[in-house]
């Protein structure tokens, strides 16, 4: 610790007599104090107190004190006399003051410096000093020598190459000039990011638009180099740099921004989150560019280290580069060591400057340059060379290290010297650098020092000697430059090492909880390394859960195959945890997969499910065991499953478990035919999961409430609630479900007779869909499409459609419809009998995934096909065969089919289109008196079940159009109103 300690004699009659003087040079001195990394020491009136004992920091304090001194001299003739005392020294609080007063006593001179202490001879070096009756007077500073900064800038700055490079980016420049990317080629201990910066500051030198810096990221993640680079304040001016067709696509997808910036923290992101992401990025690098460019930037972007970037993060990035340079003229400015860019780059040039090893000679010139104070032996020089492998920075901390210490150290341990010159906090601090590795923000350091009892201004100092000596990295989020030295700082940390690394964990943990920006991949390997194993299993699980939300399968498969836990170290509690979380994760994989011989083959191996115990994590493994059960359509045990997920996730407070298991087991209730009960359940589910803030369960079951609404029959419910959760699964990213709520809403309008509107929801969801290239759905919404434009009487646009697609039953029964409104039954016929003539049963109906099977599989399957009899598009198949076999004059086959179709009614209460089937059985009943009592029979039965449908519906508006706008309903009502049913 270095001290500055102020004596001015009778400094309290001072201030009384002349505040004039006094109050102006306390406040001077305050300011030369605080520029120089001093503070005043909280309890000795003029002592100042130096915590770090850097060669740096001597300076300052020399500098400083002269600069007092002069303030002082300046006022002399007002004073009684004035002191200033320096030290280098470890006493403690309670030492100081009596150190002091009792050397004051002692001086025998006034209006003079004195060195009291000077335990490491650091100040020693920098001053001439003279003897005064024992005590040491210091009569003049040195000429100065260069500091850390300036010697860097000696030994490591390569003017010759940064010419270039200005020179090659600045013709980069120019509009009517070529097109390339530059590549500084070299190790980065080399000096290269550093003459990188030196490059920034002549190109750069007062942009007011903040340049995108693109840095590796450890985390398994490929976007999450783009991620972190994206800036606020760029991203709120993106919109007026657009096109009107770009600005749309911006605005639709701009809300998922969040999300994307936030995925590391388990937020559920896009279905096609790299699809969607670089979509945005793209707009985003478009709009910096153009906004440089507005502003007389060049239009650089800096992506460093390249080559230590994931091999799917290195692709993304040219793929990005190659239409941005060429198009938009993008100057992206990279750093890495040997990379082939001829192999990447198929498209645009690469300007290459390469930054090789110093040669013997030039270090010699360089060390004389930079280290004027020390005397390297040749022996010594070429040890140096050899033994820092002829970088520039371990060859600089060597020199550090001889300078601080002494001597040099063999081979890569060149920073151990410079770490003794280092005092406890500054070892610390970089000691939970190493241990975070990038994950938190500088200031969120300086809280964690604060609750220590460290100023926010100690922390600073320190935070810039470590950057000054090329120890850290990183402006916003501090990070080490050399991974492997905290064996070094460990061995000279005086402290307990186990406390300190126990409550710093403890407080990255805690900041992930609240929500703070952490990378949660690092977050998961720091608890790992550092024996954090309940926290370990926590992120584990929420690492998963987001990766398979976002079906991103290849980052939850590597999570779920590696080995990240030592089970020799593991209790057996935690071993169980493990494997629950291990299971619930290969399950849900393989369920999101629809892979299910491999869902099977997890079960027949797992002990957990053939030894179900109650453990932690065993609610994630009861509940996809419930999930599984219900695809396969054995809704008992998947409602008991569901019940016990429910009870252990309501044990442990997790509320958005607990919004899952009710899905699921509201799920297995409609499976049952339960659609009361059901809807009771999705709402539970609704509202607990807008609680937990979970936006795919929030989606999730909006649509089985609505689904099961529609089936109910209140369908202005069922649209209300469609119209609710979709801006949500807009804004979240999560394409398939999103379009599958577009179809429910397609299916109500369709039922409420407004085909124009469902023309186009239809049209416009296709187009998404082919766009995402999802191809079951695309084909599902331009069958529907199509019936759309039938129904809306464009029979020929819908024929074409279909015929230009691959013949499906669903597909058949939509021809046969446009071919009977065209008039020709015979055609509609064909086309039905080419159609499936039997029932088909659906296997597996997944619950995360929708159902892409039919337009009507995909709603009422979820309830009704596990019956075979019961699917509701061959019913409709069926029923329309029956209808048109009779209007061709077959009367027997046709009511024989009727007969048996509608008599399976009773079964059949939640297939809502019974009433439609019992029209089409009357209308081809002959007009004769001996089948009129029958025909009025069956015809009631139509109207009674239209109307008792009609009764859900809670908006006399919609029940207008339900009844008068849909064709079939229409005709009925027109029937019942002619035979005075109503």
Known sequence: MFYLHVEIINYKQLKIIIPDKIEPLEKKIGQIISASGGEPHPSVQGLFSFHSTFRETSLALISAAFQIYKNLAALADKLYGFSLILSDSNWSDEEVESRIRNYIYRIPLQDSIWLLEDRKRNLETHIVTESARGLTKIVEQKEELPGTVERMRHFCRRDAHIDSIVETVEELGNPLGERALVYLNGNRFNGVDYNLDAVLEKLCPEDNVPLIFLNNCSSENPLDPFVWSINKEIEDKVSPYLDNGELDLWRSLSSAMDLFRNSWNAEQCSDFIEKDFFTLYSLYLKAYIKIRKDNNLLPLIICKNVDKWKSDSLKLLVDLFQTLISREGLIPLCTGDDIDWSDRMKQGKVKTIHFKPYSVEELRKRIANAFPDLTIEERELYSLYKNSDALAIPMFHSLLSRLESGRFFENHHSLKGVLEGFDELTLTLLYLIQIAGGLIRKEDYSDFFESRGYSESRISERFEHLYLFSLIEGSQYP????????????????????????????????????????????????????????????????????????????????????????????????????????????????????????????????????????????????????????????????????????????????????????????????????????????????????????????????????????????????????????????????????????????????????????????????????????????????????????????????????????????????????????????????????????????????????????????????????????????????????????????????????????????????????????????????????????????????????????????????????????????????????????
């Open 479 to 982: 990070r080490p430059v050399f991974k492997d030295l905290n064996s070094h700082v460990e061995s000279a940390l005086p402290v307990q090492k186990k406390d300190l690394v126990n409550s710093f964990t403890n407080y990255l943990f805690s900041l992930w909880e609240k929500g703070t920006h952490i990378n949660i991949e690092n977050l998961f390997r720091v608890m790992i390394s550092y024996g954090q194993v309940g926290k370990s299993l926590q992120i584990y699980q929420v690492i998963l859960d987001r990766f398979l939300n976002n079906k991103q399968f290849k980052l939850a498969d590597h999570y779920l195959s590696m080995i990240f836990f030592d089970l020799k170290k593991l209790s057996v509690g935690e071993k169980d945890a493990l494997k629950n979380i291990i299971f619930a994760g290969r399950m849900r994989s393989a369920l999101l997969k629809e892979d299910y011989r491999e869902v099977q083959n997890i079960i027949s191996e797992s002990e957990i499910i053939k030894v179900h115990k109650k453990s932690t994590y065993s609610s994630h493994t009861s509940l996809q065991h419930s999930l599984y059960m219900n695809s396969m359509g054995d809704y008992s045990r998947g409602l008991n499953l569901a019940k016990e997920a429910l009870f252990e996730f309501q044990q442990s407070g997790d509320n958005a478990g607990e919004a899952k298991a009710n899905i699921e087991l509201a799920t297995a209730l409609l499976g049952q035919g339960k659609i009361r009960t059901s809807q009771d359940y999705f709402e539970i589910s609704r509202r607990a999961s807008f609680q937990s803030k979970d936006l795919l369960c929030q989606i999730r079951s909006s649509f089985f409430k609505s689904l099961s609404d529609f089936i109910f029959g209140n369908i202005p419910m069922a649209l209300r609630g469609v119209n609710d959760i979709l801006p949500v699964a807009e804004r979240a990213g999560r394409r398939e479900w999103q379009l599958m709520l577009i179809h429910l809403k397609g299916r109500i309008l369709f039922d409420l007779g407004r085909y124009r509107d469902c023309e186009d929801i239809y049209k416009e969801a296709y187009e998404m869909a082919v766009y995402y290239g999802m191809d079951r759905a695309a084909s599902l919404l331009r069958r529907w499409n199509a019936r759309s434009l039938i129904y809306n009487e464009r029979y020929r646009d819908g024929i074409d459609i279909l015929k230009e697609m691959e013949y499906t039953d669903e597909s058949l029964f939509f021809l046969a419809e446009a071919a009977y409104f065209g008039r020709r039954e015979d055609k509609a016929l064909e086309y039905l009998n080419n159609a499936g003539m039997k029932y088909r049963r659906i296997d597996f109906i997944p619950s995360e995934t929708p159902l892409w099977k039919d337009g009507f599989s995909s709603v009422e399957g979820y309830s009704l096909s596990r019956d075979s009899e019961s699917d509701v598009l061959m019913n409709q198949i069926q029923a329309f065969r029956y209808y048109l076999t009779g209007l061709n004059g077959d009367l027997n086959n046709a009511m024989a089919g009727f007969s048996e179709l509608t008599g399976r009614y009773s079964n059949q209460g939640a297939n809502h289109y019974y009433h439609k089937y019992f029209f089409l059985y009357s209308d081809i009943l002959p007009d004769s008196v001996s089948d009129e009592e029958n025909r009025l029979k069956i015809l009631s039965n139509s109207v009674k079940l239209l109307q008792s449908r009609a009764g859900r519906f809670d908006d006399q508006k919609m029940k207008h159009s339900f009844l008068n706008y849909n064709v079939w309903n229409k005709r009925i009502t027109e029937e019942s109103v002619k035979r005075n049913f109503i």
